[in-house]
């Protein structure tokens, strides 16, 4: 292929999901409903945490972070994917393309942290309930939070600098649909040694030390409640930690479905479902795991619907 310089590639083609033409309009309906149910109920959580004072605690804090990550993770891929499939038109341009790619490892390692940061709360409400309130102050949650954030954008722009050096070859099409990482050093000319050195060890260090801190928090709430066993101490601990286990395993169990497909040498069509798993599905399930398995989410929930029938009333 004729070298081309990324200063010269204008644009791409996102060759997008593999839908037959005379199915495009009823995947379209389904992926524009799961996206809307996407975006309302992850704000109907954020709008929940913010009305009920019940729930101004540090879980809930997070939790409403982890549902704005959520909805903008959505957002970075699904709304593009829309548009190309009712207009036809599969060309993203070249700088779109490098911010889609930035915002999707953004919110996707701030998910990652969040995770891990829940479960270290949960350690903490249920291994030292006596002294959560002086531990996870408000100074600690803020803390956390901007770490998450601070590491997520290094790690995020340490990938879109190197890609921005890179030049790419006169075939622009992306067989995805949206700017995989991956997908784009595929079409690269240029050697990418150092970009899967980065994501590599990066990669490592995100997934499998959160994962690692999340296997940590909960074996040892399990060893504590097993120390002192009673079934009010499980009920109890299975309704404190059950949504977000929950929640942790769907997460995980997408990003390893996805490594998996990609690994084992499968067709480009499987990874690219993995990856709509892992983009669209997980966090629309998110706000109903914690609504369904969540009580103060009930209870809050309940009250908004009272609440919203005595005004209309």
């Known amino acids: 292929m004729r070298p081309e310089n990324q200063s010269h590639m204008s644009e791409f083609l996102l060759v997008g999901l593999p839908i037959q033409p005379g199915q495009q309009s009823m995947f379209f309906a389904l992926f524009l409903g799961m996206y809307l149910t996407t975006?309302?109920?992850?704000?109907?959580?954020?709008?929940?945490?913010r009305l009920d004072a019940h729930l101004h605690t540090p879980m809930y804090f997070f939790l409403s972070h982890l549902a704005l990550t959520d909805v903008s993770f959505s957002s970075v891929t699904v709304p593009k994917m829309l548009i190309n499939m009712q207009t036809q038109d599969q060309?993203?341009?070249y700088a779109e393309c490098i911010a889609q790619m930035y915002f999707f490892l953004l919110f996707g390692c701030i998910d990652n942290l969040l995770l891990v940061v829940m479960a270290?709360?949960?350690?903490?409400?249920?291994?030292?309930?006596?002294?959560?309130?002086?531990?996870?102050?408000?100074e600690l949650c803020m803390f956390l939070l901007a770490g998450s954030w601070f590491l997520s954008c290094v790690i995020a722009l340490s990938h879109t600098i190197l890609l921005a050096q890179l030049s790419f070859c006169a075939d622009n099409n992306i067989p995805h649909f949206f700017c995989d990482l991956a997908a784009l050093l595929k079409l690269s000319c240029s050697d990418t040694s150092v970009n899967e050195l980065v994501i590599f060890t990066a990669g490592a260090a995100v997934v499998i030390l959160s994962l690692s801190g999340i296997l940590v928090s909960y074996g040892l709430i399990g060893a504590s409640i097993l120390r002192v066993p009673s079934t009010k101490g499980i009920c109890k601990a299975l309704s404190t930690c059950g949504s977000h286990l929950s929640v942790v395993s769907l997460f995980y169990g997408t990003i390893m479905a996805l490594y998996f497909?990609?690994?084992s040498g499968k067709s480009k069509d499987k990874d690219m479902i993995a990856s709509l798993m892992y983009t669209m599905v997980t966090p629309m399930?998110?706000?109903f795991i914690y609504s369904l398995r969540n009580r103060d989410m009930k209870l809050a929930l309940g009250f908004l619907f009272k609440s919203n029938n005595l005004l209309i009333k």
């Open 91 to 93: 060309s993203i341009p």
């Open 285 to 287: 399930l998110n706000p």
């Open 120 to 138: 270290y709360d949960r350690y903490m409400a249920i291994c030292h309930p006596l002294h959560y309130t002086t531990i996870m102050r408000e």
């Open 39 to 49: 975006v309302l109920g992850n704000l109907l959580i954020l709008l929940l945490i």
């Open 261 to 263: 497909s990609t690994s």
